[in-house]
């Protein structure tokens, strides 16, 4: 599984190549991040993206180390506690989901810079980085997943987080294609009536998200 150079460990190219074929198929379902993805590029263009992509990728590492600290083996081995994380995420979804509905009337207003609600960086990023930390489905694939692509008696740490860095720059470029694919439209996207149709589905995407999530 891993190759030794010059006293470092390394992951082999066969197991992140591996890894990253069993976790695509999970990166392509449209969840949060896709969610709030479209629906800031839409409203203020392709440089929102940056935030949502960096509040993700954040995401990922903070389950990563918790899955080197034994923490979210902790909570799920434990029933409550996992379904105490399930509810918050859940919770969360539902309430973003309700503030992009809200938003979304703002955009019929013709005079929509004085109307909209403040959409700071440092927001948007909040709202990736909580999207990710709060899905515990996030959680497992270190728990479930990647244990399958790494060597026991090595540097375990090192290789979940060379793992964890590899599905980082696949969903990175998953959304940058998406954000790409968006912008091609820009004419369409700027039109007030799209904008509100896609603030309004995406808030109906986030919603069905956090009522799965709460429900299984």
Known sequence: ???????????????????????????????????????HVTDKG?????????????????????AIAGLSALVMRSSQAFAAVKLVGAA??????????????????PTPARRRLPKRVDSI??????????????????????????????????QIL???????????IWLMTWTFLIRRASRTLQKPRFKQAVARTMSLVLLTLGIRSAAT
């Open 46 to 66: 392709r440089r929102q993206a940056l935030p949502v992509i960096l509040g993700t990728a954040t995401g990922l590492y903070i389950h990563a180390t918790l």
């Open 92 to 109: 969360y979804l539902i309430g973003l989901a309700l503030w992009t509905w809200r938003s979304a009337r703002l955009h019929s207003v």
């Open 162 to 172: 060379t793992l964890a860095t590899a599905h980082a720059l696949l969903i990175m």
């Open 125 to 158: 990023y909040a709202q990736a980085l909580l999207a990710n930390v709060l899905n515990p489905k996030a959680a497992s694939i270190y728990l479930t997943l990647v244990p399958q692509f790494i060597a026991p008696r090595q540097s375990f740490g090192g």
């Open 1 to 39: 599984m891993l190759l030794e150079r010059a006293g470092a460990i390394v992951v082999h190219p066969y197991a992140v190549a591996g890894f990253l074929a069993a976790v695509f198929p999970l990166i392509a379902t449209p969840g949060a991040s896709l969610a709030l993805l479209i629906q």
